[in-house]
């Protein structure tokens, strides 16, 4: 309300600052008095803190002053008049900011020409403010060096929120991803928590992994990627990433120590005594602002999760293709072929996603699925290659891969392989209870070894065998219908036939060598 004046101060003499960088400190004036707006954008106008120059935006009123904080929290700093359209306006904002907006960051300047409307002692006690000025008394020099306290104040305070909110963030994304197991989404979002960790600006970023086997076979794979140089390629060689860029990480990769220039940044991470990562920062503008010791901190984390999660994924890998060739070894012996065992995995998990069962049972019913016949490295050769029909006793005997099968895949506590367990023993049972070994029906049967059922039926019957030439579409279809209720469980067969191109595709996808 009164007038704003300064004291004469002597000059310091000290340079102004160049500005460097388009980012800007955003600092609000609420007051109702338009020189006290001039007379701060003036003292100020020239000032640059950390590289950024200063925005100073005005509102006349605490009412205008609430509707643009409703919308816009990007101001570091106000400057707050206490008397405005009401003696205590200034006041009621203070508690609003806090209280209802819920703004802890923003630093409030409260600024009074009339100190005996508000007393600075019960102010301090009373509201959340950050510094009390009489404006009588507030020079030009003591307005600059609030704005530079306050600014390094908020500053402080965003860097531990944007610390705080990536580390959050960091326990979302690792959770989730490790639970969808995508090792490059895992990779890429580390590299975003890693510039917001550090506030720095970068135009690429990677990590980039090597492992040498055992046959001393080296391969250096793009982990992640973000920025300029983003490729699809996994292949470091064969990516198009730019040849300095490339040839920067393998240099660290053959080195192994850590590489620091102006502009860029690669750090070398030995995970294992076969495997190491390298982190590639190239920077923008900030590199004086780079800190080396976090970016190895956080690397060195993140290299060791990424190290685990590619061990997972080998181990899982390596699993799988054992399930298949195990699969495919028993088909073999069965002198049927090892695609069949594929298909019938495929299918089954066609089939988990139509019902829309669980991730976890459709991603098992894929793995378990290759060995639903394996009890047949029981069954005699004699048996298994006779041309002609079977006899009572020789039809007993091929009944047993079932239960063996069943038996087989039981000793094992793995949750994929119990489940595997069930669908060897049941997968000949039929829905009306005529089928073997135990001649349950209906729902008695485990879901798993009902959709067998009809994924290795449909798919036999399809496929070429000794004993016959592959059906066509309508016989299958026709089979299906006439099987329904009886051999097969009825929602299945609707399923199947509701689907019946999907299904096709997969056994045209992987065909019989």
């Known amino acids: 309300m009164s007038k704003f004046v300064f004291k004469d101060e002597?000059?310091?003499g000290v340079e102004k600052t160049v500005r460097s960088n388009s980012r800007v400190w955003r600092i609000l004036v609420v007051d109702d008095d338009e020189s006290v707006h001039q007379v701060t954008k003036?003292?100020?106008?020239?000032?640059?803190?950390?590289?950024?120059q200063l925005e100073i935006v005005s509102v006349y009123?605490?009412?205008?002053?609430?509707?643009?904080?409703?919308?816009?929290?990007?101001?570091?700093?106000?400057?707050?008049?206490?008397?405005?359209?009401?003696?205590?306006?200034?006041?009621?904002?203070v508690e609003w900011i806090r209280h209802d907006l819920k703004n802890q960051a923003i630093r409030l300047i409260l600024r009074t020409g009339q100190a005996g409307t508000a007393p600075e002692a019960k102010v301090i006690k009373e509201f959340d403010?950050?510094?009390?000025?009489?404006?009588?008394?507030?020079?030009?020099?003591?307005?600059?060096?609030?704005?530079?306290?306050?600014?390094?104040?908020?500053r402080d305070i965003m860097t531990i929120q944007r610390s705080l909110d990536a580390f959050k963030h960091l326990i979302e994304a690792t959770y989730d991803l490790l639970k969808i197991n995508q090792l490059r989404l895992f990779g890429s979002a580390a590299l975003n928590h890693l510039l917001t960790l550090m506030e720095v600006e970068s135009s690429a970023l990677y990590i980039v992994r090597t492992q040498t086997d055992f046959d001393q076979h080296s391969s250096n794979l793009i982990i992640a990627c973000t920025g300029k140089y983003v490729c699809e390629s996994d292949s470091l060689e064969s990516s198009d990433i730019d040849e300095q860029v490339k040839s920067r990480i393998q240099q660290t990769f053959v080195q192994?120590?850590?590489?620091?220039?102006?502009?860029?940044?690669?750090?070398?991470?030995?995970?294992?005594?076969?495997?190491?990562?390298?982190?590639?920062?190239?920077?923008?503008?900030?590199?004086?602002?780079?800190?080396?010791s976090l970016a190895e901190l956080f690397a060195t984390n993140i290299a060791l999760i990424l190290e685990s999660i590619s061990r997972q994924h080998e181990i899982e890998r390596t699993q799988k293709e054992l399930l298949y060739i195990v699969g495919e070894a028993v088909e073999a012996r069965?002198?049927?072929?090892?695609?069949?065992?594929?298909?019938?995995?495929?299918?089954?998990?066609?089939?988990?996603?139509?019902?829309?069962?669980?991730?976890?049972?459709i991603e098992a019913i894929r793995l378990a699925?290759?060995?639903?016949?394996?009890?047949?490295?029981?069954?005699?050769?004699?048996?298994?290659?006779?041309?002609?029909?079977?006899?009572?006793?020789?039809?007993?005997?091929?009944?047993?891969?079932?239960?063996?099968?069943?038996?087989?895949?039981?000793?094992?506590?793995?949750?994929?392989?119990?489940?595997?367990?069930?669908?060897?023993?049941?997968?000949?049972?039929?829905?009306?209870?005529?089928?073997?070994?135990?001649?349950?029906?209906?729902?008695?049967?485990?879901?798993?070894?009902?959709?067998?059922?009809?994924?290795?039926?449909?798919d036999a019957l399809g496929s070429k065998r000794s004993y016959k030439e592959p059906w066509q579409d309508g016989e299958i279809k026709e089979f299906l219908e006439q099987q329904k209720g009886k051999k097969f469980e009825p929602a299945l067969v609707d399923l199947m036939l509701a689907n019946f191109d999907d299904f096709i595709a997969i056994r045209q996808q992987f065909p019989d060598g």
């Open 42 to 52: 003036l003292v100020l106008s020239d000032t640059e803190i950390e590289h950024r």
């Open 129 to 154: 403010i950050n510094d009390y000025k009489e404006k009588t008394d507030f020079t030009s020099g003591k307005m600059i060096t609030t704005v530079y306290a306050s600014i390094r104040a908020y």
């Open 256 to 292: 192994k120590e850590h590489l620091n220039t102006e502009s860029c940044f690669v750090g070398y991470y030995e995970t294992s005594s076969n495997a190491a990562s390298v982190l590639y920062i190239e920077f923008e503008d900030d590199a004086e602002h780079f800190k080396a």
């Open 369 to 458: 699925a290759p060995l639903h016949d394996l009890g047949k490295i029981a069954i005699p050769e004699s048996i298994l290659h006779k041309p002609g029909k079977l006899d009572d006793e020789e039809w007993k005997i091929m009944q047993t891969h079932a239960p063996v099968g069943g038996d087989l895949l039981g000793k094992s506590k793995a949750n994929v392989s119990k489940l595997g367990a069930r669908l060897a023993h049941y997968h000949h049972e039929n829905w009306d209870g005529t089928g073997y070994p135990e001649g349950l029906a209906g729902e008695q049967i485990p879901l798993e070894a009902r959709i067998m059922a009809i994924a290795d039926v449909f």
């Open 334 to 361: 069965s002198k049927e072929t090892g695609a069949h065992v594929r298909r019938v995995a495929l299918i089954c998990e066609k089939i988990a996603e139509k019902l829309g069962l669980k991730q976890e049972f």
């Open 10 to 12: 002597p000059e310091s």
């Open 61 to 93: 009123s605490s009412i205008e002053a609430k509707k643009l904080l409703e919308v816009d929290s990007s101001f570091c700093m106000a400057f707050v008049d206490v008397v405005m359209e009401t003696e205590h306006a200034g006041l009621e904002l």
